[in-house]
């Protein structure tokens, strides 16, 4: 199912094109709308409280966090949400913010727009980190030859690491208080 956003009228100056943007979004039985296209959180937007919640896609780490920190102040810069309304959401790992209503024009498209600007400012940055996520992954699964050993190169020892196994090492002292 394709969603078509029109924000503002139609312009009728021969210059200025309509501007197109491709998102990968879905709309919930409810009416309300989600977004898939950043690497870290996924974007759900409730029309009915003029709301926008970014949740955590896989991690509950400080990348996620910082991913989304950037997204609400980048739509409260651009005033597409009310940036005293950011605040920490009902679900672990989410932040979440509510748009303002405007007569002159359509909240919704104006925050969707806002949000395809988002990302597009952020592709280089996603598409950086899944590059060094695979050159790591890449790495550790198929080694080079200087950071590899065959099987049986490295001689096994009788004792090995920097904690020698002495028995009386593990025996329990015990402590008294001065004067006791």
């Known amino acids: 199912m394709t969603i078509k956003i029109r924000v503002g009228d139609k312009i009728e100056d021969s210059k200025h094109e309509p501007t197109r943007m491709e998102l990968a979004i879905r709309k919930t039985i409810d009416g309300n709308i989600m977004l898939f296209d950043h690497n870290e959180m996924d974007i759900v937007i409730i029309p009915e409280s003029n709301k926008v919640i970014a949740f955590s896609k896989n991690n509950f780490n400080d990348s996620v966090y910082a991913a989304q920190d950037r997204f609400f102040r980048y739509l409260a810069m651009k005033g597409a949400l009310n940036r ?11 932040l979440e913010a509510e748009y303002p ?3 002159d024009v359509n909240s919704l498209q104006l925050v ?3 949000i395809g600007k988002f990302i597009e400012e952020e592709k280089p940055h996603m598409e950086k980190e899944k590059y ?3 050159e790591h992954e890449e790495r550790l699964t198929n080694p080079d030859e200087e950071e590899s050993t065959e099987l049986g190169e490295i001689p096994q ?4 690491g920097s904690l020698p196994k002495d028995a009386n090492m ?3 002292r015990r402590w008294y ?3 006791a």
Do not use: M, Q
């Open 177 to 179: 208080a001065p004067g």
């Open 132 to 134: 060094l996520e695979d």
């Open 84 to 94: 005293e309304s950011i605040r920490s959401g009902n679900v672990y790992g989410s």
């Open 170 to 172: 593990y025996k329990t």
């Open 101 to 103: 209503l405007s007569e």
């Open 157 to 160: 020892k009788a004792t090995k």
């Open 112 to 114: 969707l727009f806002t």
